[in-house]
Structure formats: C-alpha cells, structure tokens
C-alpha cells in the first residue's frame, strides 16, 4: 500500500500486552466520511453463514462482537476503514465497530492505543501494524488473550504472520502496474524515475521489485534513471523532491512512477506546473490526482482498495471472535487488490473495486473460512 511511515521502535514487552483485560462487548462506533456503498448495500453477500445467525454451542452472537480498525497514525489512505467498519456493522448485525489512528507511528503509542481499546471493551482487532518486523509479538500476544486479530493493509516482514490473516494489497504487483502504465504512456522508451518511501520499509522493497521489473521487461529500451526513496513523510517532502528532480533534471526524464499517496499528489502538481512533457502515473485517489487523470494533464493512477480491507477485515474478524468460524488456513495472506485508473476508466473505476471486493468477501466465506 502507499503508506510508507513505519518506526524501528520495538514493541514493548509482550507481557504489558497480555494484560489487556476485557471489560465487556461496548458497542461503540464512529461515523465515516467516505460515500462508497457496500457490496451488500450493491447487490453482495448481505448476511454471514447461518452459524452466525444462530449461534454454536460456546460461540457468542455477532452482535456481541466489537471491532477495532487501528491503523498506524493519520493518513488519507486509513479514511475508507471508518465508513468499511460502519457498512459491515450494519449489514451482517455485528455489535459495532470503531476506527483509531492514534499510534502516531510509533510501536509503543500502538500497543498503548490497542490496550486502551480492550479495555473498553473491544474484542477483535484489524491491525496496521508500525513496526513490521515486531509486530507478530503483538498479534500473539493479542490472541493469546482470546481476541481475533486480523494484519490489514500490511503484512509482518519475513514469512511468518501470527494474525490470523493478513488482507493487504501486494505492492510489488500494483507497483508493477503503475510501472507498465507509465512505461506504455512513454512508448515503451526513454528514461523513468520512480518515487518512493522509507528504504527499510518491506513495502517499499516489493514495489522497488515491481518497478524494476517492468523495466526488465522492456529488454533495455527504458532505464531506470533513480529511486529517490523518502518521499512520504508527508506532502512538504514529496513536494521538495520533485520539486529538485525537475529543476536539475527534468530535461533527461520521459517518464515518473509514483508507488506512494504523498508524492503521487507532489508529482502531479510538479508536472502541471513545469509544462514538461514527461508521463506520469501515481498511486492512490486524492481529488487533485483523479482530475489532472480526468482532464488529460497525466496518464493514470493505481489505486488500493481500503474500503475492502476494512468491510472484509470486520466481517472476517466478528465470524472469527463470534467462534461461528475458523481459519482453514491461520495466518493466510489475501491480496486485497490494485487497479490502473486511467482517463478512459477514471468515471468507472469503483465499479472494478467494488466487484473485486464482492470476490474477495466470497473467497472469505466459501474458501478460507470453515463456517460451521
């Protein structure tokens, strides 16, 4: 996905997370912003398995489960969950469902957020985890207290994930995509910058790969001029960096691929305002990047699919805790998706998301859930 801020601060003990105490199924919720209808409300799956509905011996009800969607800190990329958790709430009868993004991107303001939310009474837990390389002692520790825990929009670093799946984009695939976009927009020659984050985020190493890929595949005819990493901070350095890479070398560039929200929106503006005739395709949907799509200023966009991760995430998480399901497989990971946004299809494209969010709902409840 396009967020890049994670922190090298190490989780704290895994005892002070297991003594996150329950204190009964509050039913808390928080409103959404975001206006996309859900694959329920559109003609989708509009209930869980009967087992839910009726229960099991030693299950508990839906409407006694409670959903927490943490992301890591701010970003526009987490908003969709607020709106996901609320439509899952009110389609499949789930007891309710709060979006928190108060880690600030460090590990240990996380797990205080996550402790503070099991006290207050929430019982499962959809994860951005910050640190990715320690976030697996979180998972567990979680689970060891009986909540159900799902990695959303990113998986742990290595091959191991104790959550009990993770629903991510596969970033080396989108940024793939985006790569090919550009890379067809310049004619398949000429020289292409990519834009990217933090260098030691796992993220950023896949899209790196996809990127470098789609250059591969052209045999020589594009190079790969730069990877300038870094650049997601925030808007001010995206804005910086493109700003420089223009001045000192926008003559020499046909092409830039952005694998992040920060600098696809910094690259966007840059372009418009230097006149270059250089290509260009993002990552992401912010408003000022789907109208220079829409008014042929750039070539296009990949976009993620939060709102799935989120409406997903909620169901699976409220099955898993309810005891109505269990993981065939623990711990599985899911492509939540990715889709190339270009003028011809920039009116269109939440018809892609959405039809690809009923499919991956249908692969929860018929393939990697055992619903009893």
């Not at 402790?115 to 567990?140: K, R, W």
Request: with cysteine; glycine share 12%; charged share 20%.
């Amino acid at each position: 996905m396009s967020v890049q801020k994670r922190s090298g601060v190490v989780l704290i003990a895994t005892a002070a997370v297991m003594s996150l105490a329950l204190a009964g199924c509050a039913k808390q919720t928080a409103a959404g912003n975001e206006g996309e209808s859900s694959p329920a409300a559109s003609g989708g799956e509009s209930s869980s398995s009967s087992a839910a509905d009726e229960g099991q011996s030693g299950a508990v009800s839906l409407a006694d489960v409670t959903v927490a969607l943490v992301s890591g800190g701010a970003h526009p990329y987490f908003q969709p969950w607020k709106q996901a958790g609320q439509d899952a709430v009110a389609d499949f009868g789930i007891g309710g469902a709060t979006f928190n993004e108060a880690g600030e991107w460090d590990q240990s303001k996380q797990t205080t957020a996550i402790e503070g939310l099991a006290a207050q009474g929430y019982t499962a837990f959809g994860v951005f985890g910050v640190s990715a390389t320690d976030i697996n002692s979180n998972f567990q520790a979680l689970k060891d207290q009986g909540f159900s825990v799902g990695s959303l929009a990113s998986c742990p670093a290595g091959d191991v994930n104790k959550a009990d799946f993770c629903l991510s984009t596969d970033t080396e695939l989108a940024a793939y995509k985006s790569a090919t976009g550009v890379i067809e927009a310049m004619g398949g020659t000429g020289n292409l910058v990519h834009l990217t984050g933090s260098p030691v985020d796992t993220n950023t190493q896949r899209r790196i790969q996809g990127v470098q890929r789609a250059v591969d595949e052209t045999n020589g005819k594009v190079k790969l001029l730069t990877t300038i990493t870094d650049v997601e901070d925030d808007l001010l350095s995206g804005q910086k960096a493109v700003t420089d890479l223009l001045a000192t070398q926008g003559n020499d560039i046909q092409g830039i691929v952005s694998s992040g929200y920060n600098s696809s929106v910094a690259a966007t503006q840059g372009i418009i305002e230097s006149g270059l005739p250089i290509r260009f395709v993002g990552t992401d949907n912010d408003k000022s990047v789907l109208d220079a799509i829409a008014a042929g200023k750039i070539d296009g966009t990949v976009l993620q699919n939060p709102y799935g991760q989120g409406y997903i995430g909620t169901w699976a998480l409220a099955n898993l805790k309810s005891g109505a399901c269990t993981m065939k497989t623990p711990g599985v990971v899911v492509d939540s998706g990715s889709f190339l946004v270009t003028k011809a299809n920039v009116d269109t494209y939440e018809d892609e998301r959405t039809a690809k969010t009923k499919e991956i709902l249908k692969q929860f409840q018929g393939e990697l859930l055992d619903c009893k």
